[in-house]
T-cell receptor, first 111, second 113 residues
Framework: EDQVTQSPEALRLQEGESSSLNCSYTVSGLRGLFWYRQDPGKGPEFLFTLYSAGEEKEKERLKATLTKKESFLHITAPKPEDSATYLCAVHFAGNNRKLIWGLGTSLAVNP | KAGVTQTPRYLIKTRGQQVTLSCSPISGHRSVSWYQQTPGQGLQFLFEYFSETQRNKGNFPGRFSGRQFSNSRSEMNVSTLELGDSALYLC????????????FGPGTRLTVT
């Protein structure tokens, strides 16, 4: 069964303490992997798209990487404003353009 | 460029009533997808419309329906509301070609009492 799994479910960091979030998938024919950030009560905000293994994208303190079976979202020296839920979604060939979403990682950064 | 807009932002209904939610996509985007989000369930795909045609459908009962107009604006309707329909309903727009990212609106918070 095609699945997207995110880990950990929740993560608490101190300000400045770098870490990584994981998104693993069991689909074949990846056409794109997407990272989003969601603040409570709001719609997800698009962060990155990755298309092929080895690809990397960066934005401020965030860096997303992709391998053949998983993606990492690295957060360097996080600040309290980085606190949010980070969602991962996968689009793959043969699924008629539907995205498969992970349940997200809830990140809290303490000052 | 204006983002995705959704109206209303908040809604309170009673069981058995019906509700219509509206979504205006980013200018030039032809695809609109609808999602239901509840705590612990993540984003559940409802349906996608592209050029006024339903292109994909999730596993929701027939009480949930939608449509898209020629200007790409979309509406979703839920009839005979149940308590379990209380959720954040999100609309997302994209260009409509395979593999492109979706941009979300702020959502409509529906509470069924």
């Amino acid at each position: 069964e095609d699945q997207v799994t995110q880990s950990p479910e929740a993560l608490r960091l101190q300000e400045g303490e770098s870490s990584s979030l994981n998104c693993s998938y069991t689909v074949s024919g990846l056409r794109g992997l997407f990272w989003y950030r969601q603040d409570p009560g709001k719609g997800p905000e698009f962060l990155f798209t990755l298309y092929s293994a080895g690809e990397e994208k960066e934005k401020e303190r965030l860096k997303a990487t992709l391998t053949k079976k998983e993606s990492f979202l690295h957060i360097t020296a996080p600040k309290p404003e980085d606190s949010a839920t980070y969602l991962c979604a996968v689009h793959f060939a043969g699924n008629n353009r539907k995205l498969i979403w992970g349940l997200g990682t809830s990140l809290a950064v303490n000052p | 460029k204006a983002g995705v807009t959704q109206t209303p932002r908040y809604l309170i209904k009673t069981r058995g009533q019906q509700v219509t939610l509206s979504c205006s996509p980013i200018s030039g985007h032809r695809s609109v997808s609808w999602y239901q989000q509840t705590p612990g369930q993540g984003l559940q795909f409802l349906f996608e419309y592209f050029s006024e045609t339903q292109r994909n459908k999730g596993n929701f009962p027939g009480r949930f329906s939608g449509r898209q107009f020629s200007n790409s604006r979309s509406e979703m309707n839920v009839s005979t509301l149940e308590l379990g329909d209380s959720a954040l309903y999100l609309c997302a727009s994209s260009g409509g070609t395979g593999g492109d990212e979706q941009y979300f609106g702020p959502g409509t918070r529906l509470t069924v009492t």
